[in-house]
């Protein structure tokens, strides 16, 4: 885990409107982290105090239990249990068998998926900090018939080490924004395309901007590292710089949510690509 300052949060500059322009090269030319270089440019959301994480990571986990308490995929709204369409766009780019890592799997709409659409010989490793949601995809995928393709993880994204470098998919489908700040996500990013062999697909979805309106309003939704569209698109394209991007998206999103018994809708934009590493490893990559 990246420590995170104790004091002071400090305030949130004004963002612009126009798209940061990075010169991502240049601040690493000069021994800067891009992920740093970005979260100064827009207003040090990095700096998020230890007790806003502690807080923000009780309500991730606190949700996500009493959503997964509900009984499963098939409780879940039908825009959780379905996979979404990125994942099934970076699916249409693999051809043989491949190892897949979905980081923080949830009850595995993903995983699940994965394991029934690519060649029987692949490989899928379903990883979440909650365990209850990977007993989910166990007994998922055994009603299936998946399981013997099939791994899950107990483990916190931000400190997972992966075991091998065969990574041939790599999804991580709204966890990033659960880490501790830009820095983690982007360190997290860097072991993920360590981990990928030559042609492997990575599917990477930030829902960012993320807003609750509630019929009284409007507030700011509990989430570990708030990112704004911006940031998530500039650590995404930092990140990717020398894959070929496949696909990008940035769209705005909203879905119904319910927390402490009351409703309201979570709003918010995706910001999402889909990348494939390059045939040849780099010396830059890995
Ligand atoms: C919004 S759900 C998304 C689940 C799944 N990726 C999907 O698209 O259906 C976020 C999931 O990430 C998990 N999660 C949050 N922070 C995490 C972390 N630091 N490490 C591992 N999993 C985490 C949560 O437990 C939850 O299951």
């Known amino acids: 885990m990246i420590p995170r300052p104790d004091g002071e ?8 409107d126009v798209e940061l322009l990075i010169d991502v090269a240049a601040a690493e030319g000069a021994g800067l982290d891009a992920a740093i270089v970005v979260s ?15 807080e923000a990571r009780r309500e991730t986990v606190r949700y996500h239990q009493a ?23 970076g699916r249409e780019h693999v051809d043989g068998p491949v190892h897949v890592y979905d980081l923080g799997a949830g009850t595995g709409r993903h995983a699940l998926w994965l394991a029934e659409h ?11 900090l909650l365990p209850e949601a990977l007993d989910q995809v166990s007994a998922s995928a055994t009603q299936a018939g998946t399981a013997d393709r099939i791994d899950t993880v107990v483990a916190d994204v931000e400190d997972y080490e992966f075991p091998h470098t065969d990574a041939g998919f790599v999804v991580a489908f709204s966890v990033l924004e659960h880490l501790s700040s830009p820095a983690a996500v982007s360190a997290l990013l860097a072991r993920c395309r360590a ?63 319910t927390r402490h018994g009351q409703k309201y809708q979570l709003r918010s934009t ?8 390059p045939s040849r490893a780099t010396a830059t990559d890995h």
Request: net charge negative.
């Open 270 to 277: 995706l910001v999402a690509l889909i990348a494939r590493s």
């Open 40 to 54: 100064r440019a827009e207003g040090s959301v990095a700096d998020v105090r230890q007790d806003e994480f502690d």
């Open 195 to 257: 981990a990928t062999r030559p042609g492997g697909i990575h599917v990477i979805a930030v829902f960012a901007d993320r807003q609750e309106i509630t019929g009284h309003g409007v507030r700011r939704a509990p989430v570990e590292c708030p990112l704004t569209a911006q940031q998530a698109r500039s650590l995404l394209r930092a990140a990717y710089r020398d894959w070929d991007i496949l696909q990008e998206n940035c769209s705005d999103s909203a879905v119904p949510e």
């Open 67 to 89: 959503v997964y308490a509900d009984g499963g995929a098939g409780a879940l709204p039908g825009w959780w249990a379905r996979p979404h369409r990125l994942v099934l766009d």
């Open 118 to 128: 690519l060649p029987p010989d692949c490989r899928v490793t379903a990883v979440d």
């Open 9 to 16: 949060l400090r305030p949130r500059t004004g963002l612009p």
